[in-house]
């Protein structure tokens, strides 16, 4: 079985801070790891994702996650965050042994940037 | 535009109903999952279908079923509704193999039952 934890249902940070999301997973296999940004009444929008290779990933709009197998995190990392960052961030996971790749999402966390 | 197309966005029905939600995947894409939003479940993964055959299946409920067509757009239908099957159904695609390409989200349908 895969499962994602989120610990923070929301963060609040000030605008021009840094910023980190936290998730956790577990999978028996090696994971494929994603975060996606909703907004208000909106789909789910992709930010980056763990495949293999290099622990830090780039993504859109400035965000970064670091993979860390011995710790089986994925946090969503930017440096400076904007107020137009403001939204649900979900983190997912799927084994890439299992066959089917079906996402496991975490719960969310809402992220607050305060001007 | 992901590429991934849900009609309708928005639908209203009665409990006791039974509606279609449909997905048309990017092009190109061969797999098709569903997805459930709702506020004390979260996103849940309901089905997925490959190429026109089931490929997997979660937390899907007897009452619901979908199927993917030849031309690979995919219908989740839901059938003697409860209030507790309002929620956001989402529907994503993927290439052959899915994982390491990625995935596509539609914009999901929001169906309300009352």
């Known amino acids: 079985a895969q499962s994602v934890a989120q610990p923070e249902d929301q963060v609040n940070v000030a605008e021009g801070n840094p910023l980190t999301v936290k998730c956790t997973y577990s999978v028996s296999g090696n994971p494929y790891l994603f975060w996606y940004v909703q907004y208000p009444n909106r789909g789910l929008q992709f930010l980056l994702k763990?495949?293999?290779?290099?622990?830090l990933v780039k993504g859109s709009y400035g965000f970064e996650a670091e993979f860390n197998k011995s710790q089986t995190s994925f946090h969503l990392k930017k440096p400076s965050a904007l107020v137009s960052d403001s939204a649900l961030y979900f983190c997912a996971v799927t084994d890439s042994g299992a066959g089917s790749y079906q996402l496991t999402f975490g719960k969310g966390t809402k992220l607050s940037v305060i001007p | 535009d992901s590429g991934v197309t849900q009609t309708p966005k928005h639908l209203i029905t009665a409990t006791g109903q039974r509606v279609t939600l449909r997905c048309s995947p990017r092009s190109g894409d061969l797999s098709v999952y569903w997805y459930q939003q709702s506020l004390d479940q979260g996103l849940q993964f309901l089905i997925q279908?490959?190429?026109?055959?089931?490929?997997a299946k979660g937390n899907i409920l007897e009452r619901f079923s979908a199927q993917q067509f030849p031309d690979l757009h995919s219908e989740l239908n839901l059938s003697s509704l409860e209030l507790g099957d309002s929620a956001l159904y989402f529907c994503?695609?993927?290439?052959?193999?899915?994982?390491?390409?990625?995935?596509?989200f539609g914009s999901g349908t929001r169906l309300t039952v009352v």
């Open positions: 994503a695609s993927s290439v052959e193999g899915g994982g390491s390409r990625g995935y596509t």
């Open positions: 763990y495949i293999t290779g290099d622990n």
């Open positions: 279908y490959y190429n026109g055959e089931e490929r």
